[in-house]
């Protein structure tokens, strides 16, 4: 009884889950801490150890054009959090801008016809918001980005191009960053048996060099 009990709760969390997301919509995310870092163009860094951290959350729905994020952080009280982006890079490869999350008390928001980012907590906190095609800089137009691309955007996340950043005053090219990939599929599987292998749980994997075919039995 108990069972069945446990089995119609969780259905039906993960009915309320799915209903929450557009159809059309894929879930990313991200996870920011210091050893991510490498800089900024021009202005590498090599890690940060921060005592800072993040998680971001994307939904992507492609047919509509909007990217809608959730952008929590935390950092000592005496850190001052600049501003927030997509940049455009391979993992440990910094990148130009593509799109704001946040930004700071004095710092320049992104010109027209980009909305205006939310203001960025001071030092911990969570913003949230909604990137439309008009919210894609030219800032990575040395890699072919125009403003405006929001197909440029989506392949960049997609294809685990995209990191998120977090600036701050202490380091103003980057202090926290995490690259951003689809929820539920990390970037390097693990595969039974090998490289090659279809390898099982008691099974010969690998033992005929095919990488195995076990783990029937």
């Not at 294809?159 to 539920?184: C, K």
């Amino acid at each position: 009884m108990a069972r069945r009990l446990w089995a119609g709760i969780t259905l039906a969390a993960c009915t309320l889950i799915l209903l929450s997301v557009p159809a059309n919509a894929q879930e990313y995310s991200a996870k920011l801490s210091g050893f991510q870092e490498v800089g900024g163009l021009n202005a590498e860094t090599g890690s940060i150890l921060s005592p800072g951290d993040a998680t971001l959350k994307l939904t992507l729905d492609k047919s509509a054009q909007t990217l809608s994020y959730t952008l929590t952080y935390s950092f000592p009280a005496t850190t001052t959090v600049l501003q927030s982006h997509i940049h455009f890079g391979k993992e440990h490869v910094p990148g130009n801008i593509m799109v704001y999350f946040c930004v700071g008390t004095g710092v320049t928001p992104p010109p027209a016809p980009a909305s205006i980012p939310p203001a960025c907590p001071t030092s911990a906190g969570t913003v949230t918001g909604t990137i439309t095609a008009q919210d894609v800089t030219a800032k990575a137009a040395t890699q072919n980005v125009t403003a405006g691309d929001f197909a440029a955007l989506v392949s960049a996340i997609t294809s685990d191009t995209a990191y998120a950043n977090i600036h701050t005053s202490a380091f103003p090219a980057g202090e926290i960053r995490g690259q951003i990939h689809r929820m539920g599929r990390h970037p390097f599987p693990f595969r039974p048996g090998g490289p090659g292998g279809n390898g099982g749980n008691n099974g010969n994997a690998g033992n005929n060099g095919n990488g195995g075919n076990g783990g029937n039995h």
